[in-house]
């Protein structure tokens, strides 16, 4: 007994059909009258509508149908398509490399688009709005320092790292950028209240005022107790 492995049958060029779908192709290459052959095509993409009848309605939907016919046929297939045949230079395009930035960054933990802002400042002047920029760019500076250090860094620190990326083409205001208070506050833990904290609050202290009206309320509820029991 002759027995039929997947991997002794031909490629599937378009897996996502199934072996089923493409011996129904490879049928349609073996029938000799062309217009029978176009019938049997037709057949074969109502089925493959079939296996996803959501797409149906969508405006290509047909054409990717007999484009996926073709392809499964090998670009063998000869019937009378309503679409454009497609050849294999259209559909196997090779895709064009897309080039891979290779710029080094000099303080990871800045980013590199805080090196370009900053040389972008030193190019297009303006005393107020390089103020204004530097001071925005130094506390980012400062919040991306905590966040990789878990420590509020110095400013003579963030003077220095400005003046390395602007290429000292900056002209810093450092009595305004030393005075750059905090973005971050410093988180502690949650102080749990002592043992018993609680309790002394919800009960008074004994010989305090409130303590004397809880102990006259209850007498009292006694007294009416007793009286009713009588």
């Known amino acids: 007994m002759k027995k039929n492995y997947n991997y002794t049958r031909r490629k599937l060029y378009l897996p996502e059909y199934g072996r089923h779908i493409h011996e129904m ?3 349609l290459l073996e029938i000799e009258d062309r ?3 176009t019938r049997q095509a037709k057949a074969v993409i109502a089925v493959m509508g079939n296996l996803n009848p959501l797409l149906r309605d969508t405006a290509d939907f047909a054409h990717k149908l007999w484009d996926h ?3 499964m046929s090998d670009f063998q297939l000869d019937v009378d398509s309503p679409y454009a045949v497609p050849t294999r230079q259209d559909v196997m395009v090779k895709p064009r490399p897309l080039p891979y930035p290779q710029s080094r960054i000099v303080f990871k933990h800045y980013g590199k688009y805080v090196a370009r802002m900053l040389k972008q400042i030193a190019e297009e002047g303006g005393e107020y709005s390089t103020e204004r920029a530097v001071d925005n760019i130094a506390r980012f500076m400062r919040a991306k320092s905590f966040e990789y250090n878990h420590e509020h860094p110095n400013n003579e620190i963030i003077i220095k790292d400005i003046k390395q990326m602007a290429d000292n083409g900056i002209r810093l205001d450092e009595v305004a950028l030393n005075n750059i208070r905090n973005d971050y506050k410093q988180t502690h833990p949650q102080q749990h209240p002592q ?8 009960h008074p202290q004994k010989g305090g005022k409130n303590a004397r009206t809880m102990q006259m309320k209850n007498r009292a509820k ?4 007793h009286n009713t029991q009588k």
Not at 222 to 225: A, D, P, V, W
Request: glycine share 10%; hydrophobic share 30%; net charge positive.
């Open 25 to 27: 192709v490879d049928s």
């Open 35 to 37: 217009a029978e052959r």
């Open 69 to 71: 016919l073709f392809i």
């Open 195 to 202: 043992k018993g904290g609680k309790r002394q609050a919800q």
């Open 222 to 225: 006694n007294n009416q107790r």
